[in-house]
């Protein structure tokens, strides 16, 4: 079912593995449609992790470009990347360390201070890769940005109600606690900068991602609805997690 061309774009996938296999093919299609300098924006928690299994194995490693490949992340936990919860190390272990080179992994820096001096240091670096620090509406920053949905509705870790959500200068900010477990502090790209890409792909999957989807689809102004590229956005979602009453975001 597709919106109206200003809407998002919603694909059904049969399961969770059809879910994965269709992300890797937007992925590769994204890399495909660019000659140059490819950068791509992951996303952490557990939606992605068959995606990035996927990007690293035998069948699928071997179509990506690496030498022009730069991987960055949507948000980040302030914990040691040593630390279960850090998401960059799950993408790191999955397929990135094994695959890209060093100096194209872009992790959120959590040895900083605080959050807010880690937000300030990936801003630079994300300010250095672009060559710029105002973002051109003509000249997207990502070509692809992967996002999920949390259960309170929140996207890379702007929650509902925080001020971050609101944010329109800094291309980062410090989150001092999230909204919803682990409860810790984050560090988190924000809307604009998230915006600026030419695709961004939801995953969504699971039973216990429907109630939360309901909502959304309802037109729920959450952050996960208010998260739109500059470009195309796609929702991708397996049918455990379809409402019942189909409408697809507004």
Not at 46 to 51: A, E, F, G, N, Q
Not at 67 to 91: C, K, T
Not at 98 to 108: F, L, S
Not at 212 to 241: K, M, Y
């Amino acid at each position: 079912m597709t919106a109206a061309a200003d809407q998002p774009k919603l694909i059904v996938a049969a399961d969770a593995e059809a879910l994965a296999q269709a992300a890797a093919e937007r992925v590769m299609a994204r890399i495909a449609a660019n000659a140059g300098r490819i950068a791509i924006c992951l996303t952490g928690g557990s939606s992605p992790k068959r995606l990035y299994q996927l990007l690293g194995s035998e069948a699928w490693r071997g179509r990506i470009p690496w030498d022009r490949v730069h991987w960055f992340i949507g948000d980040e936990r302030f914990v040691p990347e040593s630390d279960p919860l850090n998401n960059m190390a799950l993408a790191r272990a999955a397929f990135l360390d094994r695959n890209a080179p060093a100096g194209h992994i872009h992790p959120i820096p959590t040895t900083a201070e605080n959050p807010d001096a880690g937000a300030e240091a990936y801003a630079r670096e994300l300010q250095a890769f672009y060559g710029a620090d105002r973002l051109d509406p003509g000249r997207p920053l990502f070509d692809l940005v992967l996002m999920g949905a949390g259960p309170d509705g929140h996207t890379a870790s702007l929650f509902p109600g925080y001020p971050e959500i609101e944010e329109t200068r800094r291309w980062v900010a410090g989150v001092a606690k999230a909204n919803v477990a682990p409860f810790v502090p984050r560090v988190s790209l924000t809307l604009p900068v998230l915006a600026s890409c030419r695709e961004m792909l939801f995953e969504i999957a699971g039973h216990d991602k429907r109630p939360i989807l309901t909502r959304l689809f309802n037109g729920e102004n959450l952050p996960a609805l208010r998260a739109r590229s500059n470009g195309e956005t796609v929702w991708l979602v397996d049918q455990a997690a379809l409402p019942e009453d189909i409408r697809g975001p507004r």
